[in-house]
């Protein structure tokens, strides 16, 4: 990259204001980095900006500034452009340098398809069946006995379950009912002879 950028920054050396990427067509995802040449003699100002594909060619479109600079950058890189704050669409990207005589140099670039909600398309890889042929060591191969049948799995209807020790039988709440029955008349007795000594005493 470092490489890419020099040879950029040495072709362009002295001449006229350019973006060199991105360019016409390409499709633009997060953060990019827009290379160009802003460096002419007589430079005053210069403002990155852009706007709608459709605008690009009307003299009255809105251009949304990206950066402004009051130097000229001799960097090839001379900004990023954040494309997921930008809706996706097709847009054009401006380099304007306003010269000290008052006069611009404009360079457009059209069809910049900002695709940050669209998947990226992945190859699939269709899986290929192999076809093997065994062959037996003498060379003569063996007929098939008959169609091989296929072993039925046969499930059981019902799983017998293990006795659970929590489950109570008949016989198992009559006895405890008749134990409460008889401790319930047990206390009753018990409190009827305590009611009785205190009214005698």
């Known amino acids: 990259m470092l490489k890419f950028s020099l040879i ?7 001449a006229t204001a350019a973006i060199t990427s991105p360019q016409t067509g390409d499709t633009l995802r997060g953060q990019i980095e827009i290379l160009g040449q802003m460096d002419v003699p007589n ?4 403002e990155l900006a852009f706007t709608f594909d459709a605008n690009a060619s009307d003299p009255a479109a809105s251009w949304f500034p990206i950066q402004t600079y009051t130097q000229p950058l001799t960097n090839p890189v001379i900004a990023i452009w954040d494309t997921t704050a930008v809706t996706d669409g097709d847009y054009a990207l401006r380099l304007r340098i306003l010269l000290q005589d008052g006069t611009t140099q404009d360079v457009v670039v059209k069809s910049l398809k900002i695709r940050n909600n669209v998947p990226i398309p992945t190859a699939t890889v269709t899986p290929t069946e192999a076809v093997f042929n065994f062959q037996p060591l003498n060379g003569t191969p063996e007929a098939p006995n008959g169609p091989t049948s296929t072993p039925a799995i046969v499930y059981p209807s019902s799983t017998p379950l293990p006795p659970n020790p929590a489950s109570l039988t008949t016989a198992s709440i009559t006895a405890i009912f008749w134990k409460s029955a008889l401790v319930v008349l047990v206390l009753f007795a018990v ?3 305590i009611l009785r000594l205190r009214k005698n005493i």
């Open 43 to 46: 430079f005053a100002s210069a």
């Open 191 to 193: 409190f009827s002879f």
């Open 8 to 14: 950029l920054f040495l072709l362009f050396q002295g």
